[in-house]
Antibody
Framework: QLQLQESGPGLVKPSETLSLTCTVS??????????WGWIRQPPGKGLDWIGS???????YLNPSLKSRVTISVDTSKNHFSLKVTSMSAADTALYYC???????????????WGQGTLVAVSS | QSALTQPASVSGSPGQSITISCTGT?????????VSWYQQHPGKAPKLMIF???NRPSGVSNRFSGSKSGNTASLTISGLQAEDEADYYC????????????FGGGTKLTVL
């Protein structure tokens, strides 16, 4: 059974860099049918796609966050990671990782999600 | 402001049917079949309910159905049950300079 688990600090200071990791169990990141994505949800608000990475390391990023975001993958550890630089209060959110079914020209959706990790930005 | 527009709230009585709309543009909802819907109960992760406009994943009740007309997609829940009370989000592939994915602002469903 597929499981995704986010890990990382719950508190980040303004201007610092956030680093999160999503560990995947029950499936291999090394798959041609999936990307692996990050989505965030500010408290009381809606979902916001951050970006998705393929096992090759190729990534698609939200244009509004692209300048501050890096998503990478480590197939040897079966996990993928998110870095967001220059964090501010506006980045306070619940951060989810998800399996992103992405078959080019055929189908795209997020079929399995982690439980999420809350990240607060405060000094 | 979210990329896709959903009503903030809808409500219905047990046994009734409700429909949640999701309006985008020709660059997303109107241009592709890649619309999906997610259910989120309080304190829980989103759960995929519909993909590719009108397909249900295994295990999702057939009381949930999806459709699309022009730039607006819809999620219909028939035979409302108390357990359906949750937030619902639509999502679509969007054709930009590079592929990206957008969400609606979410709709709170209240079962009266």
């Amino acid at each position: 059974q597929l499981q995704l688990q986010e890990s990382g600090p719950g508190l980040v200071k303004p201007s610092e860099t956030l680093s999160l990791t999503c560990t995947v169990s029950g499936d291999s990141i090394f798959s041609s049918s999936y990307y692996w994505g990050w989505i965030r949800q500010p408290p009381g608000k809606g979902l916001d796609w951050i970006g998705s990475v393929y096992y090759t390391g190729s990534a698609y990023l939200n244009p509004s966050l692209k300048s501050r975001v890096t998503i990478s993958v480590d197939t040897s550890k079966n996990h993928f990671s998110l870095k967001v630089t220059s964090m501010s209060a506006a980045d306070t959110a619940l951060y989810y990782c998800a399996r992103h079914v992405a078959i080019v020209g055929s189908t795209y959706y997020f079929d399995s999600w982690g439980q999420g990790t809350l990240v607060a930005v405060s000094s | 402001q979210s990329a896709l527009t959903q009503p903030a709230s809808v409500s219905g009585s047990p046994g009734q049917s409700i429909t949640i709309s999701c309006t985008g543009t020709s660059r997303d909802v109107g241009g592709y079949k890649y619309v999906s819907w997610y259910q989120q109960h309080p304190g829980k992760a989103p759960k995929l309910m519909i993909f590719d406009v009108n397909n249900r994943p295994s295990g999702v009740s057939n009381r949930f159905s999806g459709s699309k007309s022009g730039n607006t997609a819809s999620l219909t829940i028939s035979g409302l049950q108390a357990e359906d009370e949750a937030d619902y989000y639509c999502s679509s592939y969007r054709d930009n300079t590079t592929p990206n994915w957008v969400f609606g602002g979410g709709t709170k469903l209240t079962v009266l």
